[in-house]
């Protein structure tokens, strides 16, 4: 298998996302990728949900100054619902004579597409600057539809209230956890490991779940510190991001807040953050997640051997011991052997024939010789010139 097989080939990525998972999986997979698929939420039915039936009367009922459409698929939805509930034509009607103010060109198309014209929309796609464009308006006295698309928005509804305004929210789908947390359990396991490279969020009650089956796990401080470190957290947008950004981990966000735009970031970033080049013994070598490409073949590595090879990578060239070594192995082969040690800070550390094992599983995965060579009672190295490097582990 070549690295032409894309861009994201060697990588694994974690997918939390509820709705559209199947077309940002086949995104990532068509570049390469190994998809983690771990949904954190599910979407709460629209035709059970009496708060929205009371919020679409509530709009009909008495006149509005403004509305505020967030999201295409949401405004679509509320309209399809609204016609079940026989509701439509009233709910038309009504905005009809209402100033509308549209977050994105996806909220525009859906209030044209029913007959309608928005008023004003943000280049920036933002929800706060259709926040402050409203704040620069008398609002006392007026009433304002808020739709909302599976999240509370109260940063945005209570400055509108504090200004003065009666504000209907329209909670146009709502988020739960999923019945099933186990995949999502998993993906965070597999976080703090270091056996996947990234997790893609593409809204923020997904990372809110996330962090919540962490913490209900004892991971939530491990996960963070993940994050923080070699896992990319590759956010739609920075809504979805805020959480995250609240606790130190930097985010990757694409430039519009769109599944297409995300893929092409992660693309841009996880490579260039996770990739680690090196040229051992006139072999070109570069380390991935879960793989190496050498010479341009791509050629999967299990966790304890790959766990070896990055930590000969970080001084390529020098004698790496059997003792260090063992401090890097993945908590899974610890203490299989009879005599198993204990690391500083408490846990278990595996013994030398561990290491050994792995490293003839490297070089066995490697498919070459002499590119890990044993230095006879200090450890191992990799063949090469040290600092001839190139990346990041």
């Not at 928005?153 to 956890?177: M, N």
């Not at 976080?191 to 997790?199: K, N, P």
């Not at 070598?285 to 970080?314: F, K, N, S, T």
Request: glycine letters at 10%.
């Amino acid at each position: 298998m070549s690295t032409e097989s894309g861009p994201l080939a060697g990588f694994a990525v974690g997918v939390t996302a509820a709705r559209r998972h199947e077309e940002l999986a086949a995104l990532l997979e068509r570049r390469g990728a190994r998809v983690v698929y771990a949904p954190a939420i599910r979407l709460v039915p629209l035709s059970d949900d009496a708060e929205l039936l009371h919020s679409t009367n509530d709009c009909i009922a008495q006149p509005l100054d403004y509305a505020v459409v967030t999201t295409g698929i949401g405004f679509r939805a509320w309209l399809e619902t609204a016609d079940g509930w026989g509701l439509r034509d009233a709910l038309i009607d009504r905005l009809a004579g209402v100033r509308i103010l549209a977050r994105g060109p996806k909220a525009r198309g859906a209030i044209r597409s029913a007959g309608l014209q928005e008023e004003w929309s943000p280049e920036s796609e933002s929800c706060t600057e259709v926040l402050n464009h409203l704040l620069t308006q008398d609002l006392r006295g007026t009433r304002i539809a808020v739709q909302l698309y599976g999240e509370p928005l109260p940063e945005f509804t209570d400055a509108l209230r504090r200004a003065g305004a009666e504000v209907i929210e329209v909670p146009v789908y709502r988020w739960s956890r999923t019945d099933d947390s186990t995949p999502l359990r998993r993906l965070v396991g597999q976080a703090v490991a270091g056996t996947v490279d990234a997790i893609a969020f593409t809204s923020a009650p997904a990372v809110a779940a996330t962090l919540a089956v962490a913490a209900e796990d004892g991971l939530e401080h491990a996960l963070v510190e993940a994050l923080r470190g070699n896992v990319v957290a590759a956010c739609v947008g920075p809504v979805t991001a805020q959480s995250l950004t609240e606790r130190g981990v930097p985010t990757v966000q694409p430039e519009r807040a769109r599944i297409g735009a995300l893929v092409r970031a992660i693309v841009s970033d996880l490579p260039e953050r996770r990739a680690r080049r090196i040229e051992v013994r006139g072999h070109a070598l570069e380390l991935r997640g879960h793989a190496v490409v050498l010479d341009g073949q791509l050629r999967p590595i299990a966790p304890a051997p790959m766990a070896i090879l990055r930590a000969l990578a970080r001084r390529p060239g020098h004698v790496v011991s059997r003792a260090e070594l063992c401090g890097v192995l993945p908590s899974r082969v610890v203490g299989n052997g009879t005599g198993a040690a204990w690391a500083r800070d408490g846990r278990p550390q595996a013994d030398e024939h561990a290491v050994e094992m792995a490293v003839a599983r490297l070089r066995r995965g490697l498919g070459r010789t002499g590119i890990v060579e044993t230095v006879v009672k200090r450890g191992y190295r990799l063949a090469c010139e040290p600092l001839r490097v190139e990346g990041a582990l």
